[in-house]
């Protein structure tokens, strides 16, 4: 429900806000006094077309603000909401348009940016706006398929969600066929790629941490002989030679010497065992170092291998990954590939065979439904043709026109509604209509005839009165007070016997301030309204006869 319009610099808006009720809200006021703009700014705010002719002069930019209550029962909302990231405060649902000076506009849902695209299927679930504006569902041929699915009630409804649950296993199988079913020789070309690198990652027999390994050793072969000479110098640093006393025999007689005094001072104990220890294991360092030499290889051929070795490693690297790791990683996946590529055809055979079961399964449904449709499609015609005779539109003929089309989540019909306003022409797609007030009161039929078996939204009717009054605008009057029972209306209308059902009565009025128009909006208490409804019947000759009737007519709606 539209609880709060806030409209700022539109066209001769400067500032208007609009606090809406439950039920029958109307709008009245003077011809040219603006009533069209306020549903004008409610349509900009469900993603209508914009312009910078719309911002008010003198201004930068123009706002319109509309916040709406949601009900926990509005699922489609709720899921729509959810797709797209945005949150509900409190069940309250706030949506912005700002349209620039230079023509540029933004949107926003619950305070945060989004695509008109986003606002325009939002508002479809918001508001159904009937008019002469843009966004009259009427007028959609592809929404005629789901008014009348809507009339079918929960057995349609069923019917139609397995026809969509259907469609989109079908899509799902079909999509998987198409990429099985791609160029045999992209495959074949593919095939051989993988069958060369499987072949040459399993060659290489590579184990996890071999590289390391591998540099490891190559470095010790490569220096061999340095590290035999180097080690033997040390050695002869150790044990000495027959020209100078070694590390170790120096130590060893600083241990005798320390070992002897700490007899006569206990204080050098702990040195003497330090001194004794170290000379243990020096002599096991020296007993290393004497075997090293033994244990290094001068192999230029194996130094050789491990080189070819690495270099092959180096080379896989660049092709397939950083690490020995990732190399087995990607022959792994494209041993995977592989299989799946060469066992295609097989694969292929099956999802087709899946993919005709569920075919013929979705025609099924398609029939069914489609059957439904058309036994249903004389009653809702007939029905809705009842309601347009009590519209004075006595001489009207309504149908429902269902053909063959493209498949889709919704079956394989197409819906679309046809009427003949006047006697002796023939049918015509309704949305080639171009009078808003009748597009607005076949809507009104319409939705009349599915008042108890749709959940309603906001709906707006603008000039749902032309070329109506007397009786027939007293019958309008009823359908509009009957709707908003179950809904919230806004209607713009010129006729007494609709404003005066209304749950509120909002005055707009138009005036001259500082040498510019401006328009604004009043909601009217009872005796306001009494001279409006009295304006209304009476035009310039209003009488206390007149005003006397305006009291009449609004405590009758009682």
């Known amino acids: ?33 603006g009533k069209s703009i306020v549903v004008g700014a409610l349509n900009l705010a469900l993603g209508g077309r914009a312009d910078a002719d719309m911002v008010r002069a003198g201004a930068d930019h123009a706002v319109v603000d509309a916040l709406f209550d949601i009900p926990s029962g509005s699922p489609p909302v709720a899921k729509l909401l959810d797709e797209w990231g945005f949150d509900l405060e409190d069940g309250r649902l706030l949506v912005t348009r700002e349209i620039q000076d230079k023509g540029r506009s933004a949107a926003r849902i619950a305070g945060r940016p989004a695509t008109l695209a986003q606002l325009r299927e939002l508002g479809e679930w918001l508001v ?5 504006h843009e966004h009259q569902s009427l007028l959609a041929v592809d929404r005629h398929i789901d008014v009348l699915d809507e009339w079918g009630g929960p057995s349609l409804k069923s019917l139609r969600e397995q026809v969509a649950q259907s469609y989109l296993v079908l899509g799902r199988i079909k999509t998987r066929l198409q990429l099985l079913e791609s160029d045999r020789r992209d495959r074949a070309q593919r095939i051989d790629l993988l069958q060369y690198q499987v072949a040459e990652i399993l060659s290489a027999k590579l184990e996890p941490g071999e590289d390391d390994r591998l540099l490891a050793e190559s470095r010790r072969l490569a220096n061999a002989r340095r590290l035999a000479e180097t080690v033997l110098s040390a050695l002869c640093a150790i044990k000495g030679s027959s020209e100078r006393a070694g590390a170790l025999e120096s130590l060893a007689m600083a241990a005798r010497l320390i070992g002897e005094a700490a007899a006569m001072d206990a204080e050098l104990t702990e040195a003497a065992g330090t001194l004794s220890s170290c000379q243990y294991e020096i002599e096991e360092v020296a007993r290393t170092l004497a075997l090293y030499p033994e244990q290094l290889e001068d192999d230029p051929a194996h130094l ?62 398609c029939l069914d439904i489609s059957q439904m449709r058309h036994e249903l499609a004389d009653q809702f015609a007939f029905r809705v043709t009842a309601e347009l005779h009590d519209l004075a539109m006595e001489k009207t003929r309504f149908a429902v026109q269902i053909e063959n089309d493209s498949p889709s989540a919704k079956g394989a019909d197409r819906v679309e509604f046809l009427i003949a306003p006047n006697v002796g022409e023939p049918l015509r797609p309704l949305a080639r209509i171009a009078s808003g007030g009748e597009v607005s009161r076949i809507m009104l039929a319409i939705k009349s005839a599915m008042a108890s078996k749709e959940s309603l939204p906001t709906m707006v009717f603008d000039e749902i009165d032309v070329g109506v009054g007397g009786r027939t605008g007293s019958v309008v009057a009823e359908k509009l007070a009957a709707l908003s029972r179950n809904a919230q209306i806004l209607c713009i209308t010129h006729l007494p016997q609709i404003a005066c059902r209304a749950s509120a009565h909002y005055q707009i009025v138009k005036y001259q301030q500082d040498g510019r128009t401006v328009v604004s909006i009043q909601p009217l208490g009872d005796e306001e309204r009494v001279a409006e409804l009295a304006r209304m019947l009476g035009g310039a000759h209003i009488t206390p006869h007149v005003i006397q009737h305006a009291r009449e007519m609004l405590a009758d709606r009682l």
């Open 128 to 132: 159904d706006l009937h008019g002469q």
């Open 304 to 365: 050789e291998e491990i080189e070819e070795r690495l270099d092959l490693i180096r080379r896989l690297k660049r092709k397939y990954g950083d690490s020995i790791e990732e190399i087995i990683a990607f022959g792994e996946s494209a041993s995977a590939e592989l299989d799946q590529l060469q066992h295609a055809d097989e694969r292929l055979a099956e999802l087709q065979g899946e993919y005709d079961g569920k075919e013929a399964e979705y025609q099924r449904l």
């Open 1 to 33: 429900m539209l609880k709060f319009l806030s409209v700022r610099n539109l066209a001769i808006i400067e500032s208007l806000e609009m606090e809406l009720q439950a039920g029958l809200n109307v709008l009245t006021g003077e011809t040219g006094a």
